[in-house]
Nanobody
Framework: QVQLVESGGGLVQAGGSLRLSCVAS?????????MGWFRQAPGKEREFVGG????????SYADSVKGRFTISRDNAKNTVYLEMNSLKLEDTAVYYC???????????????WGKGTLVTVSS
């Protein structure tokens, strides 16, 4: 069973930066897995932010965060990071880490979820 634990959320002013971490456990390695970041703002549906395919490192981003957010991974630590820069008020949300072995970034296709970490961007 894969477990995902997010950390790094908090309160930040608009224009600031935060780095979220997602530590994955339950397997020796995650070759063949997709590790994604999603977010859910109050009253809104959960949306894809970005993700990385563990094998090969291919990365995808939602248009809303391209150029501001960066995803990376540390194989030795089984950890995926979400570096968020130039944060906007609309980035306020609970950020979730998720994983699957499929071919889709749809949140319905993700098999494993962390509990989330809250990011609040203030003016």
């Amino acid at each position: 069973q894969v477990q995902l634990v997010e950390s790094g959320g908090g309160l930040v002013q608009a224009g600031g930066s935060l780095r979220l971490s997602c530590v994955a456990s339950g397997r020796t390695n995650f070759i063949g897995y997709r590790m994604g970041w999603f977010r859910q703002a109050p009253g809104k549906e959960r949306e894809f932010v970005g993700g990385i395919i563990w094998s090969g490192g291919s990365i995808s981003y939602a248009d809303s965060v391209k150029g501001r957010f960066t995803i990376s991974r540390d194989n030795a630590k089984n950890t995926v990071y979400l570096e968020m820069n130039s944060l906007k008020l609309e980035d306020t949300a609970v950020y979730y880490c998720a994983a699957n072995r499929g071919v889709s970034w749809s949140y319905n296709a993700m098999d494993y979820w962390g509990k989330g970490t809250l990011v609040t961007v203030s003016s």
